[in-house]
């Protein structure tokens, strides 16, 4: 960071390659599908690179980047949640997809699978925003609570109370495959 805040690009560009899967993954695990997952990790670099002057090594670097992919993604939800848009009628010309049939299993295990790692990405991205940060960054991310609580600015038992709430309705959820 300090060859990036002396404004040497090839310092950055090694930053980039270096953490681009740990914010593109946080991102996209926190967003699910969307689209705005490359425009997030872009912004959360620029915003490295724009701070980078002023980056004091108070904790982990990582700590400090996921910090900026936390407030940035926050941001997103809050903006996508103002401007959501769901038409409960189909478009002319278009037709429903195809009722699945939710009570007969499957007859490879391979959907049944897919089905499940569906399922499991449907209840974490209904999670609050914080609970699914928690536990993006514990499950996936695998940092610790003390490095979550930096990034989430709460206490260590304040994450593992978050972290708690989050895997109760987790397992609320995914009910019927955990029979």
């Given at each position: 960071?300090?060859?990036?805040?002396?404004?040497?690009?090839?310092?950055?560009?090694?930053?980039?390659?270096r953490h681009q899967a740990l914010v593109a993954g946080t991102v996209?695990?926190?967003?699910?599908?969307?689209?705005?997952?490359?425009?997030?990790?872009?912004?959360?670099?620029?915003?490295?690179?724009?701070?980078?002057?002023?980056?004091?090594?108070?904790?982990?670097?990582?700590?400090?980047?996921?910090?900026?992919?936390?407030?940035?993604?926050?941001?997103?939800?809050?903006?996508?949640?103002?401007?959501?848009?769901?038409?409960?009628?189909?478009?002319?010309?278009?037709?429903?997809?195809?009722?699945?049939?939710?009570?007969?299993?499957?007859?490879?295990?391979?959907?049944?699978?897919?089905?499940?790692?569906?399922?499991?990405?449907?209840?974490?991205?209904?999670?609050?925003?914080?609970?699914?940060?928690?536990?993006?960054?514990?499950?996936?991310?695998?940092?610790?609570?003390?490095?979550?609580?930096?990034?989430?600015?709460?206490?260590?038992?304040?994450?593992?109370?978050?972290?708690?709430?989050?895997?109760?309705?987790?397992?609320?959820?995914?009910?019927?495959?955990?029979?």
């Amino acid at each position: 960071m300090r060859l990036v805040g002396r404004g040497d690009t090839s310092a950055f560009e090694a930053l980039i390659e270096r953490h681009q899967a740990l914010v593109a993954g946080t991102v996209a695990r926190m967003l699910g599908s969307n689209s705005d997952v490359e425009d997030i990790a872009q912004q959360v670099f620029i915003r490295v690179w724009k701070s980078a002057r002023r980056y004091v090594p108070r904790a982990k670097f990582t700590t400090w980047l996921l910090k900026i992919t936390r407030n940035l993604v926050f941001n997103e939800l809050r903006r996508s949640k103002r401007h959501v848009h769901v038409s409960l009628q189909s478009e002319p010309g278009v037709e429903d997809p195809p009722v699945r049939d939710e009570i007969t299993p499957p007859p490879d295990a391979s959907l049944l699978e897919s089905e499940l790692r569906q399922a499991i990405e449907e209840a974490i991205i209904q999670l609050p925003d914080s609970q699914r940060m928690a536990l993006v960054l514990r499950r996936y991310e695998q940092l610790s609570y003390e490095e979550i609580a930096d990034v989430l600015d709460l206490s260590v038992p304040a994450v593992k109370s978050v972290l708690f709430r989050a895997r109760t309705q987790l397992r609320s959820r995914l009910s019927k495959y955990l029979t």
